[in-house]
C-alpha cells in the first residue's frame, strides 16, 4: 500500500510508477484524511510513503495523516516501510522527521530514498523552476533511479539513498521551522485581475480546497489553515495570473506532464 501526496505532480508520477512497478495500490492523502485513515495491512504487506520535500521537512498534511493514520494488523514489525521523497535537490532532515512520526504509530522506516524532479518551488527570491533542459534531465534520470528504487523495495533491502545537503540540521530546524510559521499561508497570494480569464482551474487543482472559485468567478483564498503553499494553484495557472506577494514576479511555471 503507498500513502502519497503529491501538489504539481512529481510525487503522483513517482506513486503511479512505484504502484505499477511493485503492483501495489496508491492512496491520494488528501482524499484519506476526509475519512477515518483506518487501514488493513494484509501479512507481509509493504507501506509506502511518496511525497515532496517542503522546506527541508515532510508536507504538514502528510505528518497530519500519519498522527491520524490507523492500521490493522497482527504484527506492524512484520511490515516492510519506505518512503520515497521527490525533491528539487536536497531534502535535509526529512527523514528523521518522519521516522520520528512514524515511531508513534508502531512503524519503523526500513528504507527511503530521495528522488531529484523537477523544482517547483518559487517562495522566496533566489527559488525559481528549472530550466526546459535541467526539466528534461532531471525526469529522465529520475525515471532510471525509480526502476532501480523499484528493485530495492521488492527485495526488502535496508538501504538508504537520501542526499541530505550541506547543514541539513540548520535547514530543517531552522529555515523550516521560519518556513512552517511564516511561509505556509495563502494570505500572499493574490490575483491579477487583467489577466484572469475566470477558468476556474486552480481552485480545481487546489489540493485541499481552500480556494473559492469556478468557472466564470475570480479566485478567493478562503485562509483556512490547510493551505501548504504548494504552489499548484500558481503553476496551473494558463495565463500567469496568480501572484505570491512580489516573489513570484517573473518567474516560470512548472507541473509534471
Known amino acids: 500500500m503507498i500513502f502519497y501526496f503529491s501538489a504539481t505532480g512529481n510525487s503522483r508520477w513517482a506513486a503511479n510508477k512505484l504502484s505499477q512497478l511493485l503492483h501495489d495500490k496508491i492512496i491520494f492523502i488528501p482524499a484519506a484524511l476526509k475519512g477515518d485513515c483506518r487501514y488493513n495491512i494484509l501479512q507481509e504487506e509493504s507501506v509506502g510513503f511518496v511525497f515532496p520535500v517542503h522546506g527541508w521537512r515532510p508536507p504538514k498534511i502528510v505528518r497530519e495523516f500519519i498522527a491520524k493514520l490507523q492500521i490493522t494488523s497482527e504484527d506492524l514489525s512484520h511490515h516492510y516501510t519506505y518512503a520515497v521523497i521527490t525533491a528539487g535537490d536536497d531534502i535535509g532532515m526529512t527523514i528523521s522527521i518522519l521516522e520520528k512520526d512514524l515511531s508513534y504509530k508502531d512503524l519503523k522506516l526500513n528504507s527511503a530514498f530521495s528522488l531529484i524532479m523537477p523544482e517547483s518551488y518559487v517562495g522566496l527570491p533566489f527559488m525559481d523552476v528549472d530550466t526546459a533542459e535541467v526539466v528534461k534531465q532531471k525526469k529522465r534520470e529520475a ?4 526502476f532501480s528504487i523499484a528493485e530495492s523495495i521488492s527485495k526488502h533491502l535496508n538501504i538508504f539513498q537520501i542526499k541530505r545537503g550541506n547543514w541539513p540540521r540548520f535547514k530543517s530546524y531552522v529555515i523550516g521551522q521560519y518556513f512552517v510559521k511564516h511561509l505556509v499561508t495563502d494570505k500572499r497570494f493574490w490575483v491579477d485581475k487583467d489577466k484572469c480569464v475566470k477558468c476556474g482551474i486552480c481552485a480545481n487543482v487546489c489540493p485541499v480546497d481552500d480556494i473559492e472559485g ?9 485562509h483556512h489553515p490547510s493551505c501548504l503553499t504548494c504552489f499548484n494553484c500558481y503553476h496551473h495557472c494558463p495565463h500567469h495570473a496568480i501572484e505570491f506577494g512580489r516573489f513570484t514576479k517573473n518567474k516560470g511555471q512548472y507541473f509534471y506532464t
Open 143 to 146: 525515471s532510471e533511479q525509480l
Open 214 to 222: 469556478g468557472h466564470g468567478k475570480i479566485p478567493i483564498w478562503l
